[in-house]
């Protein structure tokens, strides 16, 4: 009899990011319970200490090749993601999964993947993370994945904005759909105590990429004047590939002496020195900054996109701008000051709130989840 193999397929092109916490911790657990799990990962030049761990605990790891050649490349700009399909493909050899899940780190999957999910008649589900307003599929592509979509086991969405966009995205209402939570990574016991700082310690946490992230609409909001005479630092907390030029727009602003890069910082060690979250996303999915945040007793200045508002309760438990626009946020940040003394407050009210969220482990949840998919798959193959 063959195996029952899982597996799991990260369109991710990144050595790691917070999507990726879902559907790694969910195949170790798989692994811990003796279910086989295939992961087939981007092959970074290093790969990411988290990847290493699962192969060293047992989850048969198949890093994708870097694209080799110039050719390559020019193909995989014209053709997407579509090259994951031949890697997958030649990663499996003769494998039969019992299903595959694909982790997509943004708005859908490649639609070659899901399509060939299909062709082969490989049961298969879907967990999508981030998605945005300025993204649209054209007619033809999105009819492509209403197919797709269509005989998919599940589709998971890490909120219920999200979900709904999707559907406006492609004028489809899904009937194979639910909404998961990603885990937190907090490693101490929560919540931790109030930070004893002088002035108001504010941080943002995330991947430095203002396109999503949105760090320029922050920097811009706490260049007026307003805030000029006030007691208050910034530490953007992460890197990417804009440090340069946030670096840049800092000095600009004049805002060197308030605003400090420090790159990855451990959760635990951001809140033990900072009072409040500020996420200026533009878009994103449910980003595990907040969950631990708030789980560590401290409320949150948001925009109000994806799953922002389905986790904070503005005036109770954070302060939601209406909009990603400096002037929205500046409002949402006068607000938040004018109860600066009453934050300590609002984060034990968080805490209250976002266990109630979401459930105490996700993992566990998710696993089930993906077993019962996975024994219903084999049942009618």
Known sequence: MQKKYILFVSTMEAPWGGSEEL?????????????????SVHGCPRLDRRIIDLSNAGVDVRP????PSLIAAARHRVFGKAYIVREV???????????????????????ELLEWCVAKRCPFAAVMQAN????????????????????????????NANRALAEKQLGYEFENAEVVRNPAVIKTEVPIHWPMAKGLRMACVGRLAPPQKGQDILLEALARQRWAGRNWHLT???????????????RRLNLSDRVTLAGHVAAEQIWLENHVLVMPSRFEGMPLTIIEAMLCGRPVVATNVAGHSEV??????????????AQSLDMALERMWAHRDGLDKMGKAAVASVHKFAPVDPVVVFTEKIKKLADLASATR
Do not use: H, N
């Open 23 to 39: 559907w790694s911790r969910t195949a170790l657990r798989l692994v811990e319970q003796g279910i086989p799990v295939i992961a």
């Open 89 to 111: 493909e030649k990663a499996l050899g003769r494998i039969s999964p019992s299903l595959i899940i694909i982790s997509e780190g943004g708005a859908f999957p490649p639609i």
């Open 236 to 250: 953007l907390y992460g890197d990417g590939p804009y440090r340069e030029g946030l670096e840049r727009l800092i």
């Open 64 to 67: 994708r090749p870097i694209k």
């Open 312 to 325: 904070i309760v503005d005036g109770i438990t954070g302060f939601m701008a209406e909009a990603a626009t």
């Open 132 to 159: 945005f307003e300025d993204w649209w599929p054209m007619d033809e592509v999105a009819s492509r994945y209403r197919k797709a979509f269509k005989m998919a086991r599940r589709c998971f969405f890490v909120s």
